[in-house]
């Protein structure tokens, strides 16, 4: 079993930023993908932005130039670097990592952009 906490959500202004972070522990031993998705309320859950463990990354068309993912493969962590937020971001953000045969996810953490 493979655990994931998230911390880094709040409630920000339009155009600011906020960096989420996500720990992976637990019976780790191949981590492929790691990655953010969002949801908002009556919305589908939608990819926010995975990176392999090469760094291969894909974000979604909404996102790109203002989000930055990154992870540490040592530490089994990912970070998402928020800038220029929307209120259309306003969603649950949800950690996710996949090893082969399984894919985990974290409880979510609100994010909310709001003047």
């Known amino acids: 079993q493979v655990q994931l906490v998230e911390s880094g959500g709040g409630l920000v202004q339009p155009g600011e930023s906020l960096r989420l972070s996500c720990a992976a522990s637990g019976s780790i031993f191949s981590i492929s993908f790691m990655g953010w998705y969002r949801q908002a309320p009556g919305m589908q859950r939608e990819l926010v932005a995975r990176?392999?463990?090469?760094?291969?990354?894909k974000y979604a068309d909404s996102v790109k130039g203002r989000f930055i993912i990154s992870r540490d493969n040592a530490k089994n962590t990912v970070d998402l670097q928020m800038n220029s937020l929307k209120p259309e971001d306003t969603a649950v953000y949800y950690c996710?990592?996949?090893?082969?045969?399984?894919?985990?996810w974290g409880q979510g953490t609100q994010v909310t952009v709001s003047s």
């Open positions: 996710n990592v996949d090893q082969p045969g399984f894919s985990y």
């Open positions: 990176i392999s463990n090469l760094g291969s990354i």
